[in-house]
């Protein structure tokens, strides 16, 4: 079963963190990036603690300039990790004298770093260089949470700081887990889930994160997403910080409406097969259910949400993703016929999300995030296993 057919709640999880208003610190209500019921009814198979290996291959800094945090929700609550392998509750009282708390783990002094992993979802951060500023804060609800580094947004305190993360979900049902470039792509890294299967995503060729900054640089509405060689800012918010242009995608959005105002796109899901023409300005499905859509903006197309948002709901969600899919990929008008499952058939348009293009380009698998509905056809940088055995996240060779 695809996975973009199943839970959407990732989807909904990426906007809750990633798209705060610039300026503003985002606070992680829940699981950033949540991965959380993806076991399909899946017997209760994985044990209370995964081992945890964390590899520094960079071959640019050395172990005691590496700092790890693994932060997220368990049992309700905004949890961290501490080096023993406990999780502690976000506390107000963990700020510093600087204002921000150190929740830090150090890598051990030399070779790998063993930690266990108790179930919990969240991210695991890794800054190279300075630790990073989390700030314990207040919800609206009067809890204890936690400011997330923002490393879109010029103003938060983590900017110039040297980071990046995975993303995982380790429950009874097993571990789910990825890399992530939806938000920004930085430092190049890889994840292991051995269990059922050996499985490894995420890796960056050799080169191929210089390769990646190079050829955003040379894409004259992209270059502004590229900090120095410290990150690439998701063109999104890149959007919202004025970098990017509000209106990219606006010619090849009109276009699809005006194609589709004359023939039919038919949509394939674990629903069945919806066909949809735009009609009176909406894009109208017939099929196991009726949904339809508003002309997105270019922001919808990027966050893929908005006109784009893709509900639990097992048809308009569905929907939705392999339409927000199509659109990033460019693929919506040469194949009448989706999701699209040719890789080679994607980004070949001059307007198309070149930042998602070079990210898939710069992986050794070809899969990548770097969009929300990337996993439509299983193009994401994704791994899962319900009998995990051990999960190793290495830093490889910038």
């Given at each position: 079963m695809a996975r973009h057919q199943r839970n959407l709640t990732r989807r909904k999880m990426l906007f809750t963190l990633g798209g705060a208003a610039v300026g503003i610190p985002a606070i992680?209500?829940?699981?950033?990036?949540?991965?959380?019921?993806?076991?399909?009814?899946?017997?209760?198979?994985?044990?209370?603690?995964?081992?945890?290996?964390?590899?520094?291959?960079?071959?640019?800094?050395?172990?005691?300039?590496?700092?790890?945090?693994?932060?997220?929700?368990?049992?309700?609550?905004?949890?961290?990790?501490?080096?023993?392998?406990?999780?502690?509750?976000?506390?107000?009282?963990?700020?510093?004298?600087?204002?921000f708390t150190d929740y830090a783990i150090p890598l051990s002094g030399s070779g790998e770093t063993k930690l266990n992993l108790p179930y919990m979802s969240g991210r695991i951060y890794v800054s190279l260089g300075a630790k990073l500023k989390f700030k314990a804060v207040t919800d609206g609800a009067g809890n204890a949470a936690l400011q997330y580094p923002a490393g879109w947004v010029k103003?938060?305190?983590?900017?110039?700081?040297?980071?990046?993360?995975?993303?995982?979900?380790?429950?009874?049902?097993?571990?789910?887990?990825?890399?992530?470039?939806?938000?920004?792509?930085?430092?190049?890294?890889?994840?292991?889930?051995?269990?059922?299967?050996?499985?490894?995503?995420?890796?960056?060729?050799?080169?191929?994160?210089?390769?990646?900054?190079?050829?955003?640089?040379?894409?004259?509405?992209?270059?502004?997403?590229?900090?120095?060689?410290?990150?690439?800012?998701?063109?999104?918010?890149?959007?919202?910080?004025?970098?990017?242009?509000?209106?990219?995608?606006?010619?090849?959005?009109?276009?699809?409406?005006?194609?589709?105002?004359?023939?039919?796109l038919t949509v394939t899901t674990n629903a069945g097969t919806f066909t949809g023409r735009v009609r009176g300005e909406r894009f109208t499905f017939d099929g196991p259910a009726q949904v339809s859509f508003?002309?997105?903006?270019?922001?919808?197309?990027?966050?893929?949400?908005?006109?784009?948002?893709?509900?639990?709901?097992?048809?308009?969600g569905p929907v939705a993703a392999v339409l927000g899919a199509a659109f990033n990929r460019s693929t919506l008008i040469s194949h009448p016929a989706q999701p699209t499952t040719d890789a080679g058939d994607f980004y070949r348009g001059e307007l198309t999300n070149h930042y998602a293009r070079v990210v898939h380009e710069a992986t050794v698998d070809g899969r990548a995030?770097?969009?929300?509905?990337?996993?439509v056809a299983d193009f994401a940088s994704y791994i899962q296993d319900t009998e995990p055995t051990g999960f190793t996240l290495t830093l490889t060779a910038f």
């Open positions: 992680a209500a829940i699981a950033p990036h949540a991965l959380a019921g993806q076991s399909d009814g899946a017997a209760t198979k994985a044990a209370g603690s995964l081992p945890v290996t964390v590899v520094n291959n960079s071959g640019s800094f050395t172990n005691g300039s590496v700092h790890l945090y693994v932060v997220g929700n368990a049992g309700g609550k905004q949890v961290r990790l501490t080096p023993d392998g406990t999780l502690a509750p976000i506390a107000l009282s963990d700020n510093g004298a600087d204002g103003s938060d305190p983590n900017y110039g700081v040297l980071h990046d993360c995975a993303e995982f979900t380790f429950n009874e049902a097993g571990m789910f887990c990825n890399t992530t470039m939806v938000d920004m792509f930085s430092i190049p890294m890889s994840i292991r889930l051995t269990g059922e299967r050996d499985q490894t995503t995420g890796t960056v060729r050799e080169g191929g994160r210089a390769d990646a900054f190079a050829a955003l640089r040379r894409v004259e509405e992209f270059a502004p997403l590229v900090v120095d060689d410290t990150r690439i800012i998701a063109p999104g918010h890149g959007l919202d910080a004025g970098l990017f242009a509000e209106d990219y995608f606006a010619p090849y959005i009109d276009e699809v409406w005006s194609t589709y105002t004359g023939k039919d508003a002309k997105p903006s270019t922001r919808d197309v990027l966050f893929c949400d908005g006109n784009l948002a893709a509900p639990n709901d097992g048809t308009t995030y770097g969009f929300a509905f990337d996993d």
